[in-house]
């Protein structure tokens, strides 16, 4: 089977990667000359709208998945019109717009902060007087890893700021007093079979994924697959969906959803028995779906900017390198380590060792 890959990115890295054994080729189509993932199979080098470059795709591949939410969901539409295309443009053309996405929580009972529509600075004046301060104005679509948002703490930080996110649609979101960001990452197969993970901690920097920790018999694990199963058969998913909540009060607010293999999901390549990357494989291929289960105590660390030196990295004990292959540049990830040990007292302790080698560089 040769699957097709919008976007060469290191998520189609690592999806080639696990998808090799598994007897599967692959094709990547991205605009860049350096895609990082163009060593794993062939590279179509053409923009995602680019329709005689989209259909030599479809016709070469036996089935098309993609590595990001920033694909145009009328690209998707397209290429269905040709050869399968998991997830589908419905899930994309809902999960890439925040409005949406909200929207669709809300309709399905899942809780969220408070929000509002944002499509001027007028409808951004009126949305603060009621849902009040601080609060977090965010594109509608392509913002990530902090990128296309801005914290609203004062009054005086509401004027221009609709201007400031580049006067395009936006949406208003509450800010939730949260006491942690946790994240769950499911997979559906075609048959509407669903498979979760461990729910995951995770930790930021300037906006940037830097630590996931995988949990063990966390409380509000099965709170998060209801209402991620939820949304997965809302959307008729197929593939790995990620899936990021606020812990409040006691429960869970519904942050974000990712239509793909997800950064907080890296750690389970060691740390479970069936890697996303995989899962999300067997799940488009129509293939049975692998054990979810936990092979130890697992961690995730991103390299932001640079890899530290290779020989350093892998003389630290249980630690498993990832590099991606990209050129190191200033909030890029550019690699990352899993980490997996015998208990959390051991795990806590090699997160230590990533972060002392990350802060020396």
């Not at 007093?177 to 300037?206: K, M, W």
């Not at 979810?292 to 390299?303: L, Q, R």
Request: charged share 20%.
């Amino acid at each position: 089977m040769k699957i097709g890959v919008i976007g060469g990115g290191q998520l189609g890295r690592m999806l080639a990667l696990a998808g090799t054994p598994l007897g599967q080729q692959f094709a990547f189509l991205d605009p860049a000359p350096d895609a990082c993932a163009q060593a794993l199979g062939e590279h179509i080098r053409a923009d995602y709208g680019d329709r005689d470059h989209l259909r030599q795709l479809a016709d070469e591949v036996d089935l098309v998945t993609f590595e990001f939410e920033s694909v145009p969901a009328e690209t998707v539409a397209f290429l269905s019109q040709f050869v399968p295309v998991y997830p589908s443009a419905e899930a994309l053309r809902i999960a890439r717009d925040r409005w949406f996405e909200k929207s669709m929580f809300q309709d399905l009972g899942v809780p969220t902060p408070e929000f509002a529509d944002i499509q001027s600075q007028d409808n951004l004046d009126a949305a603060v007087k009621r849902i009040g301060l601080p609060a977090v104005l965010k594109t509608r679509t392509l913002g990530y890893d902090g990128k296309g948002q801005k914290v609203l703490r004062h009054p005086e930080d509401v004027d221009g700021a609709f201007a400031e996110l580049g006067s395009v649609p936006c949406i208003l979101e509450g800010f939730v007093p949260f006491t942690g960001e946790v994240s769950l990452i499911a997979v559906r197969g075609r048959d509407g079979q669903t498979c979760c993970y461990p729910l995951v901690h995770n930790s930021h920097e300037q906006g940037i994924l830097r630590l996931s920790v995988a949990s063990t018999n966390h409380p509000l694990q099965s709170l998060a697959e209801d209402y991620a199963s939820r949304v997965l058969d809302k959307l008729n998913y197929v593939g790995v969906l990620a899936f990021e909540f606020f812990e409040v009060d006691g429960g869970l607010k519904a942050n974000e959803i990712a239509p793909r293999v997800h950064n907080s999901g890296h750690w389970t390549i060691e740390g479970a028995e069936c890697s996303q990357f995989e899962n999300h494989l067997r799940a488009i291929a129509g293939l049975p779906l692998g054990s979810t289960a936990k092979v130890g105590e697992s961690a995730m660390i991103n390299f932001i900017g640079s890899v530290p030196p290779v020989e350093q990295v892998t003389a630290l004990a249980d630690c498993h390198l990832h590099h991606y292959g990209k050129a190191f540049k200033a909030g890029r990830k550019v690699g990352h380590a899993t980490l997996r040990c015998s208990d959390s007292a051991v795990l806590q302790a090699r997160i230590d060792d990533v972060l002392q080698l990350i802060d020396k560089g």
